[in-house]
């Protein structure tokens, strides 16, 4: 039973999103994101200026005068959301917890689709795979999605990102563009974006928060992680610790873009401070600079 506030939430979401969608990313979500590739639709009469290639022979022989193939583009696409909400996705300090950015870019990603009549798919892993929805078309299936994001309730804390990226290959079957949606704060999981991203055109979304990047000074505090469920006292007055903690995160955040680099995948990065539109909006205008090459 969803609640009413749930009810409210997915409500803000959809008209803002759809809206968002309409206005400023419906013209590059289609440019940017191809279909399958071409197909065949007919024959027709060979035209002065046409392709010699696309030239049917066997028809040509029996009409006795020359037809070419006419192609038409196979739009038709599919975008899966594979969105992390481990433990580590309810923590948010400024705006929102990450679990619900994640939520707000699923939505904006999925509406996007839907204008373009293509299907949406989502993964929602933890440790384990907690939800599978197979790929759909509609705005029904769009909200049924983001309903599954935002009332998530995990029986299981941790994160798998290798799990999560070897079920997008096996329920893919074709080609897709997948938004992996996550702080990647996990490991282990090089290789099995390797091997998606060979066949998918996968876009890590980053969730970053403040509290990822530095420590505040509020004395001797104590820190839970929030998937292991152990404790610590740390004294954030120290300089050395805050610059500690900063040079590791620092590092954390250094090799996901190395390996992101090392993939040529279009990494996104979205803060639970900032706005999630701004992110993917100028996402999809690289993409169409870079094909407009």
Same mark, same amino acid.
């Given at each position: 039973?969803?609640?009413?506030?749930?009810?409210?939430?997915?409500?803000?979401?959809?008209?803002?999103?759809?809206?968002?969608?309409?206005?400023?990313?419906?013209?590059?979500?289609?440019?940017?994101?191809?279909?399958?590739?071409?197909?065949?639709?007919?024959?027709?009469?060979?035209?002065?200026?046409?392709?010699?290639?696309?030239?049917?022979?066997?028809?040509?022989?029996?009409?006795?005068?020359?037809?070419?193939?006419?192609?038409?583009?196979?739009?038709?696409? *599919?975008?899966?959301?594979?969105?992390?909400?481990?433990?580590?996705?309810?923590?948010?300090?400024?705006?929102?917890?990450?679990?619900?950015?994640?939520?707000?870019?699923?939505?904006?990603?999925?509406?996007?689709?839907?204008?373009?009549?293509?299907?949406?798919?989502?993964?929602? #892993?933890?440790?384990?795979?907690? =939800?599978?929805?197979? %790929?759909?078309?509609?705005?029904?299936?769009?909200?049924?999605?983001?309903?599954?994001?935002?009332?998530?309730?995990?029986?299981?804390?941790?994160?798998?990102?290798?799990?999560?990226?070897? *079920?997008?290959?096996?329920?893919?079957?074709?080609?897709?563009?997948?938004?992996?949606?996550?702080?990647?704060?996990?490991?282990?999981?090089?290789?099995? !974006?390797?091997?998606?991203?060979? =066949? /998918?055109?996968?876009?890590?979304?980053? &969730?970053?928060? %403040?509290?990822?990047?530095?420590?505040?000074?509020?004395?001797?505090? #104590?820190?839970?992680? &929030?998937? *292991?469920?152990?404790?610590?006292?740390?004294?954030?007055?120290?300089?050395?610790?805050?610059?500690?903690?900063?040079?590791?995160?620092?590092?954390?955040?250094?090799?996901?873009?190395?390996?992101?680099?090392?993939?040529? !995948?279009? +990494?996104?990065?979205?803060?639970?401070?900032?706005?999630?539109? /701004? %992110?993917?909006?100028?996402?999809?205008?690289?993409?169409? +600079?870079?094909?407009?090459?």
């Amino acid at each position: 039973m969803i609640s009413k506030e749930l009810l409210r939430q997915l409500r803000k979401i959809e008209i803002r999103t759809q809206r968002m969608a309409d206005q400023q990313l419906a013209g590059t979500y289609h440019s940017v994101f191809k279909g399958q590739g071409l197909s065949f639709r007919e024959v027709r009469e060979y035209l002065p200026g046409d392709d010699v290639r696309f030239i049917d022979w066997n028809v040509s022989a029996r009409m006795d005068e020359p037809f070419v193939k006419v192609f038409v583009e196979e739009r038709e696409m *599919t975008v899966m959301l594979v969105v992390d909400l481990s433990a580590s996705e309810q923590w948010g300090t400024i705006r929102a917890p990450k679990a619900q950015v994640a939520a707000e870019v699923s939505a904006l990603c999925a509406f996007s689709a839907i204008k373009n009549n293509d299907n949406v798919g989502l993964v929602i #892993s933890t440790d384990v795979i907690e =939800k599978l929805v197979p %790929p759909k078309k509609g705005d029904k299936h769009v909200m049924r999605v983001i309903s599954e994001i935002m009332g998530f309730q995990p029986e299981y804390t941790g994160t798998n990102l290798k799990l999560a990226l070897e *079920t997008l290959v096996k329920v893919a079957k074709r080609r897709s563009v997948a938004f992996v949606i996550s702080d990647f704060f996990g490991d282990g999981f090089e290789r099995a !974006l390797a091997l998606a991203s060979a =066949k /998918h055109d996968v876009i890590p979304v980053m &969730l970053v928060d %403040p509290r990822d990047e530095e420590l505040p000074d509020v004395g001797i505090a #104590s820190f839970e992680d &929030l998937e *292991t469920g152990e404790e610590i006292l740390v004294d954030t007055s120290s300089p050395a610790v805050r610059r500690h903690y900063a040079e590791s995160m620092q590092q954390i955040r250094d090799e996901r873009d190395k390996l992101f680099r090392k993939l040529a !995948l279009d +990494r996104v990065v979205v803060r639970t401070d900032g706005s999630f539109i /701004h %992110p993917i909006r100028d996402l999809f205008a690289k993409r169409a +600079r870079r094909m407009g090459r």
